[in-house]
C-alpha cells in the first residue's frame, strides 16, 4: 500500500486549496477513505470520509459546508477541496485508508496572512 499527499502549502485566510492524494497496492475503488489533520500540539482528527462504492461522503462539523471529499477510482486518487480556509484549518493533512490502518506521509496546510 502507498498514499501520497500533495497540494498542501501557504494560502489566505478566505482561499482555497485542494489536496490530492495517490493511492496503489490494493483495489482503490472497493475502500472507504479518509482525510485528517493534526495541528501542532493537538491530537489527530478525521476531516472527512467517502465510501468506496457508493461514495458516500461524512465530515466534521468544523469544516461541513466548505470541505469537500471526493474522489476519482479510475485515477485511485482521492481529493479534498478546502474553501473559506482559517488559521484554525492550518495542520498537517493526511490520507488514510482504515481498511489497512494506512497512512500517508502528510502535506502541511498553512493558512495565515
Known amino acids: 500500500v502507498q498514499l501520497v499527499e500533495s497540494g498542501g502549502g501557504l494560502v489566505q485566510p478566505g482561499g482555497s486549496l485542494r489536496l490530492s492524494c495517490a493511492a496503489s497496492?490494493?483495489?482503490?475503488?472497493?475502500?472507504?477513505m479518509s482525510w485528517y489533520r493534526q495541528a501542532p500540539g493537538k491530537e489527530r482528527e478525521l476531516v472527512a470520509h467517502?465510501?468506496?462504492?457508493?461514495?458516500?461522503?461524512t465530515y466534521a462539523d468544523s469544516v461541513k459546508g466548505r470541505f469537500t471529499i471526493s474522489r476519482d477510482n479510475a485515477k485511485n486518487t482521492l481529493y479534498l477541496q478546502m474553501n473559506s480556509l482559517t488559521p484554525e484549518d492550518t495542520a498537517v493533512y493526511y490520507c488514510?485508508?482504515?481498511?489497512?490502518?494506512?497512512w500517508g506521509q502528510g502535506t502541511q496546510v498553512t493558512v495565515s496572512s
Open positions: 488514510y485508508v482504515p481498511r489497512f490502518t494506512f
Open positions: 497496492g490494493f483495489t482503490f475503488s472497493s475502500y472507504g
Open positions: 467517502i465510501t468506496g462504492n457508493h461514495g458516500y461522503t
